[in-house]
């Protein structure tokens, strides 16, 4: 055992599904800009200029890792709530790269709708990630491992 099973997993199996928003909004946050800086002096590093939105997309990476941390730590039957945390997360994100005014609907559509989706699509795709590669069961290991 390690000691996410050993600490964080008892705790966490405490908290009600509520919670689980906020605990993916922070996260989410924090791994959103975390992995948006990294790659944001990888690129300076280099030499090169891009442009803001160019964050949008790296932020992303952030939100699987996001979704990937917390679908080890969370109990099975949390399974929306941590991508609906990461939606609150990129629509506060894109309120201040974007703002609510001087774009069109098509615009506004994309960077309200759009990529808050992406960016639970990739939430999502880290706790499927994570759940479907964990480690099996005693139950299971025994049936995978036929008669002896």
Request: net charge negative.
């Amino acid at each position: 055992m390690d000691l996410i099973d050993e600490q964080v997993k008892p705790a966490a199996q405490e908290l009600p599904s509520w919670q689980w928003v906020g605990v993916s909004l922070v996260v989410g946050i924090f791994f959103g800009f975390m992995d948006t800086l990294m790659i944001g002096a990888v690129i300076g590093y280099l030499g090169f200029q891009v442009p803001a939105y160019f964050g949008v997309p790296t932020t992303f990476t952030g939100y699987f890792l996001a979704g990937a941390a917390l679908g080890r730590i969370a109990p099975a039957a949390i399974l929306w709530q941590i991508p609906a945390g990461i939606v609150v997360c990129a629509v506060l994100a894109m309120l201040g790269l974007a703002g609510l005014s001087g774009h069109g609907v098509f615009w506004f559509l994309v960077n309200f709708l759009v990529i808050p989706a992406l960016a639970a699509g990739a939430c999502y795709a880290g706790v499927w990630f994570v759940r479907r590669n964990a480690v099996k069961g005693p139950q299971e290991e025994a049936a995978s491992e036929g008669p002896p």
